[in-house]
């Protein structure tokens, strides 16, 4: 038997992000952004897109993904995997909301291929 066994860190307050927006937290050399869906629903990617490391914390939140300002490619804010026809995939860290508290374990990540 395999213990799930998280490092859940607070990071903020749902209230700290927009609805359709993002939020960032550092994680040494790392910047993590923190989405909010119009449905209150929070992810975390790492802040860079797969494609030519735009800021993915400043794309528009959609339909579970954000899409990146830089060239338009669509992300998968559950897995962090671009959509459609193009290929690659950020960095995705497991989120859990708590009575409108964020905690984010950062000694966990779907591993980017």
């Not at 395999?2 to 790392?30: F, Q, Y």
């Not at 993915?56 to 669509?74: A, K």
């Not at 459609?84 to 909301?97: C, H, I, K, N, Y």
């Not at 708590?98 to 905690?103: L, T």
Request: with cysteine; proline share 4%; net charge negative.
């Amino acid at each position: 038997m395999t213990a799930d066994i998280r490092n859940w860190i607070h990071i903020g307050s749902l209230d700290d992000i927009p609805r359709a927006g993002a939020r960032c937290v550092k994680n040494g050399e790392m910047t993590i952004a923190v989405f909010r869906t119009v449905t209150d629903d929070v992810y975390a990617l790492e802040d860079r897109c797969p494609h030519r490391n735009g800021p993915l914390s400043q794309g528009i939140v959609h339909d579970g993904c954000v899409t990146c300002p830089l060239h338009n490619w669509v992300i998968s804010l559950e897995t962090g995997t671009a959509q459609g026809a193009d290929e690659g995939r950020t960095l995705a860290f497991p989120v859990r909301l708590e009575e409108g508290r964020i905690f984010i374990d950062l000694s966990f990540s779907h591993e980017a291929v």
